[in-house]
Nanobody, 124 residues
């Protein structure tokens, strides 16, 4: 059974940085695309970033382009989200997701396993 465990969330001032990590276990990590999504209370979960199985393709939501960077280390079964120049509107619970597709996809329904989420709070 696939397990995803996010870490690295916290509270930071606007303009600051955080790096989220997502540790994957339960199937062959390197075969699957990975995604990051976020959700605030009362709103739907929204796409943030995605990376293909080999890391060569990445996609970002327009709201985070040039500020966030997604990467993966297949040897460590871990995907990362480096978040710079954080804004109060980035405040949300951040979730990582995996597979079953190998590609990087922005579609929530394309993922079949999710982590429990990590809270990111950006104060103004």
């Amino acid at each position: 059974q696939v397990q995803l465990v996010e870490s690295g969330g916290g509270t930071v001032q606007a303009g600051g940085s955080l790096r989220l990590s997502c540790a994957h276990s339960g199937r062959t990590f390197s075969r699957y695309g990975m995604g990051w999504f976020r959700q605030v209370p009362g709103k739907e979960r929204e796409f943030v970033a995605a990376i293909s199985w080999y890391g060569g393709d990445t996609y970002y939501a327009d709201s985070v382009k040039a500020r966030f960077t997604v990467s993966r280390d297949n040897a460590k079964n871990t995907v990362y989200l480096q978040m710079n120049s954080l804004k109060p509107e980035d405040t949300a619970v951040y979730y990582c997701a995996t597979g079953p597709k190998r590609i990087a996809t922005t579609v929530l329904g394309d993922y079949d396993a999710w982590g429990q989420g990590t809270q990111v709070t950006v104060s103004s």
